[in-house]
């Protein structure tokens, strides 16, 4: 039985073999001519674009691809504009948008007229847009959408009438510019006597892709941003003014959209506290900086030795100590985060401010100070550092400002010598103006 099936199978394939050889039945017969070529966009429909005012016109390539069952052939096709009747009856009426036909003299076409020859397979079109004339046209109508409807036509050959238009909406116009790549501050910790020369990476970038150009970037230091910042932040900042080198031009080259520039820190020299170097881009040979981006706050802070807390005794200036010893100040020197010093709340609430006395026994250099909230309780908010030699002269080094978070919080102050350390809360975000802290540190050099 399956010979007789193979056999049936292979005289069949003789028959079409034969029929093949027909010239009634060629290939180029069985397939209808208009189907040799067929022409279409690669890119087709709606397409949001966003134009750049570079000072040059904006390029955009789209191709047209020649295809068929022969594609050796050769071919003619053009790329149109629709007529703004055109674009209101098939897009804007159906919409209910207003959608506008950018001026004449906006946009150009490159290569419009398309002559196929037999080895092409495609040919593109380099759509060109000045953003000064778009802008123009938006500000002068800005109800209106505007758009540039292309489509792709021929008079002899037949079109993909599926991908045979191009939709482009324009949509906004940037300028670009050069700008850091991050200008928030962010702490570098170093530890005094272990300093020895580091490095930082400030990247900028222009704030576009990069494909047209070599920008020439100036970089210089912007001596008023530390005073502004600390007093915005209530921080203090010192304002590196040696101890450090960087190069003060650099190119952004064509291809490139962002790039490093590496500061070099010489610390060895340098005493405990908190530094910052405000990098700022002074000048670019094209666009330019831009405004709110182009300072980097390089900061990084130098740690005093941690001091030992053996020995020390603190008044508070009000306290409730509970049953189990919790409240009472002595609790910010046990090393339990647990156990903590509470402000009075017994009886009545004591008003602002309230302070904490240290008396470390000997003298030291003072350079920061570290404190740890009672864990869960947003209470003390912001304050003052003082540092005195007897207990009762008071000169002010610093100011705190409290996160709400559990994780030791340190604040650097005036390096100060002295004996004494008065922690002073001035505000809380406590309806009754409670203070509490778990935990205390000094740190400094002995």
């Not at 409807?149 to 670009?176: C, G, H, R, W």
């Not at 010893?325 to 985060?337: K, L, Q, R, Y």
Request: glycine residues 6%.
């Amino acid at each position: 039985m399956k010979k007789i099936v193979y056999l049936s199978m292979f005289a069949g394939c003789l028959v079409s073999l034969g029929a093949c050889n027909s010239s009634e039945y060629d290939l180029e017969n069985q397939i209808p001519e208009r189907y040799n070529k067929i022409l279409y966009l690669q890119t087709t429909g709606k397409q949001e674009l966003t134009l750049y005012d570079t000072g040059e016109n904006n390029t955009f390539t789209y191709a047209v691809i020649k295809s068929g069952s022969e594609p050796t052939l050769t071919a003619t096709a053009d790329l149109k504009v629709l007529t703004q009747q055109e674009l209101d009856e098939r897009y804007g009426e159906l919409e209910g948008v207003n959608y506008k036909i950018l001026p004449g003299d906006a946009y150009s076409l490159g290569n419009s007229h398309m002559e196929f020859a037999s080895q092409d397979r495609y040919q593109n079109v380099i759509v060109s847009v000045d953003p000064t004339k778009v802008q123009t046209a938006m500000e002068a109508d800005p109800t209106a959408v505007w758009v540039l409807p292309l489509y792709a036509t021929s008079e002899v050959d037949s079109i993909n009438t599926d991908k045979n238009n191009l939709f482009l909406q324009f949509t906004k116009i940037l300028k670009p510019a050069v700008q850091f790549s991050n200008t928030r501050v962010s702490m570098i910790t170093k530890q005094y006597g272990l300093v020895g020369t580091f490095t930082q990476e400030a990247l900028f970038k222009l704030d576009v892709e990069n494909i047209s150009w070599d920008i020439t970037c100036s970089f210089t230091i912007d001596d008023e941003y530390v005073n502004n910042y600390n007093t915005e932040h209530k921080t203090t900042y010192k304002l590196l003014d040696a101890h450090y080198s960087f190069a003060e031009q650099m190119v952004l080259s064509k291809g490139t959209t962002e790039t490093p520039l590496v500061v070099t820190i010489e610390g060895a020299n340098l005493e405990p506290g908190d530094y910052m170097l405000p990098i700022k881009i002074s000048n670019t040979s094209l666009f330019l900086p831009k405004e709110g981006e182009d300072v980097y706050p390089l900061t990084f802070r130098i740690m005093g030795t941690q001091l030992s807390r053996t020995g020390w005794t603190v008044v508070a200036s009000s306290q409730t100590v509970e049953g189990n010893g919790n409240g009472a100040a002595s609790n910010i020197f046990d090393d339990n985060i647990n156990t903590y010093w509470h402000s009075k709340w017994d009886n009545g609430y004591p008003p602002l401010p309230h302070d904490l006395v240290i008396d470390t026994e000997t003298t030291h250099e003072f350079t920061q100070i570290s404190l740890q909230r009672r864990l869960g309780y947003d209470y003390a908010r912001l304050g003052h550092f003082y540092v005195s030699d007897t207990g009762e002269s008071w000169q002010e080094v610093g100011t705190f400002t409290m996160e709400n978070q559990d994780a030791v919080q340190t604040f650097s102050i005036t390096p100060t010598k002295g004996r004494y350390v008065k922690i002073e809360v001035t505000e809380s975000n406590n309806n009754n103006n409670c203070a509490a802290f778990s935990e205390v540190y000094l740190y400094g050099i002995n």
